[in-house]
T-cell receptor, first 115, second 109 residues
Framework: KAGVTQTPRYLIKTRGQQVTLSCSPISGHRSVSWYQQTPGQGLQFLFEYFSETQRNKGNFPGRFSGRQFSNSRSEMNVSTLELGDSALYLC??????????????FGPGTRLTVL | GEDVEQSLFLSVREGDSSVINCTYTDSSSTYLYWYKQEPGAGLQLLTYIFSNMDMKQDQRLTVLLNKKDKHLSLRIADTQTGDSAIYFCAESINNDMRFGAGTRLTVKP
């Protein structure tokens, strides 16, 4: 099976702009989670989508949003970018959901740089 | 505390064993995971252990779990330069996953 893919791999934006990141899960996986990874804060959970519905949400402002399509592909959007949004954004897919018996598989990430 | 804790750095010589330690937070954690992240890449699932197990071995990797102390360790036998990476410990609780800050393993030739 192909792994989790994320596009683009690298992105450079300026403050105030908005950005959309894409994630394609492993075939058959219905849950997609998004994480932000920064040197200072480590790995932080953004949100999880399952069957096109946001099922869990981390502690991030409303500028961070996402959606999931019927084929389980997911997009994450960040509006009004700030310098502090510079990070590696990781997407992870699993069959049914985070934790418990369901193992997450991570994509390579999208490195976003905000200038 | 509420954090999954790991030491930040570990340096070993090629051929030696590496032991990366982790303290997790919740005794009700169901699964505990070890992920590896190489430069510029996402997280790669290395191995996981169910909370009712004490040990799991997979080729060069050995995971030890001490539930009483909430302590998890990852031992890499015969460490190679290709093992240089950041290793993340993670726990799953109900429908949540918590990650440690990662341990940067440096393998010297």
């Amino acid at each position: 099976k192909a792994g989790v893919t994320q596009t683009p791999r690298y992105l450079i934006k300026t403050r105030g702009q908005q950005v959309t990141l894409s994630c394609s899960p492993i075939s058959g996986h219905r849950s997609v989670s998004w994480y932000q990874q920064t040197p200072g804060q480590g790995l932080q959970f953004l949100f999880e989508y399952f069957s096109e519905t946001q099922r869990n949400k981390g502690n991030f402002p409303g500028r961070f949003s996402g959606r999931q399509f019927s084929n389980s592909r997911s997009e994450m959007n960040v509006s009004t970018l700030e310098l502090g949004d510079s990070a590696l954004y990781l997407c992870a897919s699993s069959q049914n959901g985070r934790g418990v018996t369901d193992t997450q598989y991570f994509g390579p990430g999208t490195r976003l740089t905000v200038l | 505390g509420e954090d999954v804790e790991q030491s930040l750095f570990l340096s070993v010589r090629e051929g030696d064993s590496s032991v990366i330690n982790c303290t997790y937070t919740d005794s009700s954690s169901t699964y505990l995971y070890w992920y590896k992240q190489e430069p510029g890449a996402g997280l790669q699932l290395l191995t996981y252990i169910f909370s009712n197990m004490d040990m799991k071995q997979d080729q060069r990797l050995t995971v030890l779990l001490n539930k009483k102390d909430k302590h998890l360790s990852l031992r890499i036998a015969d460490t190679q330069t290709g093992d240089s990476a950041i290793y993340f410990c993670a726990e799953s609780i109900n429908n949540d996953m918590r990650f440690g800050a990662g341990t940067r393993l440096t393998v010297k030739p």
